[in-house]
């Protein structure tokens, strides 16, 4: 079975920074692109970035660019995701989530990230 | 950026009708279509992809339907568990992009 558990989430001061981290279990890491997909509270889904099976190619939705890296470690079976200068708009429930070249087919449970001061 | 529409964002139907979902797409995504079921309070998970492809475990009351820019969503008979968000996705080009949902619940 497909695990996917997020951790580092937490309440951060608008400007700060956040690393967020997957861990992945029950299939081979490094055959799946890998991606963060967030929802603010009461809001939709938005995919922040995506990665390729071996790191060579990463997409950033606009609004996180320059902001946001999205890395993976295929010997640790780990996603990450550093997030830097936050505001507001980016507090939500951020989910690692197998897939992005296509689709989504597995997901973890979320790590909330709250930006207030 | 492709824009996905999704409508209607609500509707409230009885158990054993049959709900039909619609979204459209800013420009032709050929089938890269998938829908996802959100539950309240859990993550999300894949039902159709590739426009009518039934991912693997899911009931078969689920059909998904279109291409280009036209595509539907179908529960054939509603059930109570099928009290959820859904939302589509497209896959054509990055970002990836999520229609706005549509929250389903039973009369």
């Known amino acids: 079975e497909v695990y996917l558990v997020e951790s580092g989430g937490g309440l951060v001061q608008p400007g700060g920074s956040l690393r967020l981290s997957c861990a992945a279990s029950?299939?081979?890491?490094?055959?799946?692109?890998m991606s963060w997909v967030r929802q603010a509270p009461g809001k939709g889904l938005e995919c922040v970035a995506n990665i390729n099976r071996d790191g060579s190619e990463k997409y950033y939705v606009d609004s996180v660019k320059g902001r946001f890296t999205i890395s993976r470690d295929n010997a640790k079976n780990s996603l990450s995701l550093q997030v830097n200068s936050l505001r507001a708009e980016d507090t939500a429930l951020y989910y690692c989530?197998?897939?992005?070249?296509?689709?989504?087919?597995?997901w973890g449970q979320g790590a909330l990230v709250t930006v207030s001061s | 950026d492709i824009q996905m529409t999704q409508s209607p964002s609500s509707l409230s139907a009885s158990v054993g009708d049959r709900v039909t979902i619609t979204c459209q797409a800013s420009?032709?995504?050929?089938?890269?279509l998938n829908w996802y079921q959100q539950q309240p309070g859990k993550a999300p998970k894949l039902l159709i992809y590739?426009?009518?492809d039934l991912q693997t475990g899911v009931p078969s009351r689920f059909s998904g339907s279109g291409s280009g820019t036209h595509f539907s969503f179908t529960i054939s008979s509603l059930q109570s568990e099928d009290i959820a968000t859904y939302y589509c996705q497209q896959c054509h080009n990055y970002p990836l992009t999520f229609g706005g949902g549509t929250k389903v619940d039973i009369k």
């Open positions: 590739d426009a009518s």
């Open positions: 989530a197998r897939g992005g070249y296509r689709r989504f087919d597995s």
């Open positions: 029950g299939f081979t890491f490094s055959d799946y692109w």
């Open positions: 420009q032709d995504i050929r089938n890269c």
